[in-house]
T-cell receptor, first 113, second 114 residues
Framework: GESVGLHLPTLSVQEGDNSIINCAYS??????FIWYKQESGKGPQFIID?????DKRQGQRVTVLLNKTVKHLSLQIAATQPGDSAVYFC????????????FGRGTSLIVHP | NAGVTQTPKFQVLKTGQSMTLQCAQD?????MYWYRQDPGMGLRLIYY???????DKGEVPNGYNVSRLNKREFSLRLESAAPSQTSVYFC?????????????FGAGTRLSVL
């Protein structure tokens, strides 16, 4: 999950394992959530999104789970590959018609070959 | 297929110098944003422009100004750079709807203020 401080939470996995990256969001009114991937030296890139009327959404090798009761979001990556090594950010839109996202601090995923 | 283009990629300034970071998008997006990213931190919004002709402050606007020159371009200006503005700056654009607001980011400008 994400935490306060200068050092990002880090998840280390072996190639081929499944990865789960967690995010606690703050605003119970948020109704749209996005996961971004940021590779070293690059800008964030969209991975998958989910609306608050859903609790699960699947993409290619990725699944996002939303638990509104505890304001928790997770990103599951199946069969993790070295190319998945990056920092992953969740973002929430704040709800109430707002489209300006608030980003979490990020989690660093390190995939060992 | 350029997407969001930022210039320059790297810049070193002395305290008190000024500079403008340029950003252009070719996706016909209404909304554009400037963020800064510091080590161990997420993205913090400096300014955004919901549409051509409008700009609004974000979370950390002090020390910055912006101009939405046209629909494609959104620039960020540092009038008198300070060491606290050493950071990586990202420009982003989006369609700007609450229902589905995916942002597309540039590659970033790495700024050092000495």
């Amino acid at each position: 999950g994400e935490s306060v401080g200068l050092h990002l939470p880090t998840l280390s996995v072996q190639e081929g394992d499944n990865s789960i990256i967690n995010c606690a969001y703050s605003n119970s009114a948020s109704d749209y959530f996005i996961w971004y991937k940021q590779e070293s030296g690059k800008g964030p890139q969209f991975i998958i999104d989910i609306r608050s009327n859903m609790d699960k959404r699947q993409g290619q090798r990725v699944t996002v789970l939303l638990n509104k009761t505890v304001k928790h979001l997770s990103l599951q990556i199946a069969a993790t590959q070295p190319g998945d090594s990056a920092v992953y950010f969740c973002a929430e839109n704040g709800g109430g018609g707002s489209y300006i996202p608030t980003f979490g601090r990020g989690t660093s995923l390190i995939v060992h070959p | 297929n350029a997407g969001v283009t930022q210039t320059p990629k790297f810049q070193v300034l002395k305290t008190g110098q000024s500079m403008t970071l340029q950003c252009a998008q070719d996706m016909n997006h209404n909304s554009m944003y400037w963020y800064r990213q510091d080590p161990g931190m997420g993205l913090r919004l400096i300014y955004y422009s919901a549409s051509e002709g409008t700009t609004d402050k974000g979370e950390v606007p002090n020390g910055y100004n912006v101009s939405r020159l046209n629909k494609r371009e959104f620039s960020l200006r540092l009038e008198s750079a300070a060491p606290s503005q050493t950071s990586v700056y990202f420009c982003a654009s989006s369609a700007g709807t609450a229902a589905k607001n995916i942002q597309y980011f540039g590659a970033g400008t790495r700024l050092s203020v000495l």
